[in-house]
T-cell receptor, first 116, second 111 residues
Framework: EAGVTQFPSHSVIEKGQTVTLRCDPISGHDNLYWYRRVMGKEIKFLLHFVKESKQDESGMPNNRFLAERTGGTYSTLKVQPAELEDSGVYFC??????????????FGPGTRLTVT | GENVEQHPSTLSVQEGDSAVIKCTYSDSASNYFPWYKQELGKRPQLIID?????GEKKDQRIAVTLNKTAKHFSLHITETQPEDSAVYFCAAEGSARQLTFGSGTQLTVLP
């Protein structure tokens, strides 16, 4: 079974530009989460999708960040316009809706975003 | 909201010794506590978890203990090996299924 995948693995953009990150969850996982780790600090929650609906977006830093999950499969996270403080590693995770492992979140490899 | 504190931030042990990482949480409603291991440049990997209806769980050399009254939980690694070297994160699951992470512990196992 394929794990969570993310694209790109690394992105370097200039301040003011736009970047779109993509996450493909494990097939069949209705829960999809975005997290961010900035400057070696803790991993912080951004938002949570259940299928195509935003369940919780309390961690989104501001309106420059837009997440979508059309069709309830893959998700995108767009940063527009990017600022220097947006640099960090963006992780995606997924988990099933039910079953013995419903709490277990499986992480993707992350996208390292560098804003210069 | 939930707040998770993790200690120590760095830990060095000799190969074969034990390592213990401790975390505290603030939200008494949290019921699920996973631990993740992240090797350099790789994804966080779930290594063990514990739910609030048990006090201890063991998987080979790794064990986790939970004290709900005191709101703290710990990761114990016995007979450490060089490949155990990584950053370890504790986390607590909130009511909306999001994870709140500790700040991480860089574990170095010296050969």
């Amino acid at each position: 079974e394929a794990g969570v995948t993310q694209f790109p693995s690394h992105s370097v953009i200039e301040k003011g530009q736009t970047v779109t990150l993509r996450c493909d969850p494990i097939s069949g996982h209705d829960n999809l989460y975005w997290y961010r780790r900035v400057m070696g600090k803790e991993i912080k929650f951004l938002l949570h999708f259940v299928k195509e609906s935003k369940q919780d977006e309390s961690g989104m830093p501001n309106n420059r960040f837009l997440a979508e999950r059309t069709g309830g499969t893959y998700s995108t996270l767009k940063v527009q316009p990017a600022e220097l403080e947006d640099s960090g590693v963006y992780f995606c995770a997924s988990s099933p809706m039910m079953g013995r492992t419903l709490n277990e979140q499986y992480f993707g490899p992350g996208t390292r975003l560098t804003v210069t | 909201g939930e707040n998770v504190e993790q200690h120590p931030s760095t830990l060095s042990v000799q190969e074969g010794d034990s390592a213990v990482i401790k975390c505290t949480y603030s939200d008494s409603a949290s019921n699920y506590f996973p631990w993740y291991k992240q090797e350099l440049g790789k994804r966080p990997q779930l290594i063990i978890d514990i739910r609030s209806n048990v006090g201890e769980k063991k998987d080979q050399r790794i064990a986790v203990t939970l004290n709900k009254t005191a709101k703290h939980f710990s990761l114990h690694i016995t007979e450490t090996q060089p490949e155990d070297s990584a950053v370890y994160f504790c986390a607590a699951e909130g009511s909306a299924r999001q994870l709140t992470f500790g700040s991480g512990t860089q574990l170095t196992v010296l050969p």
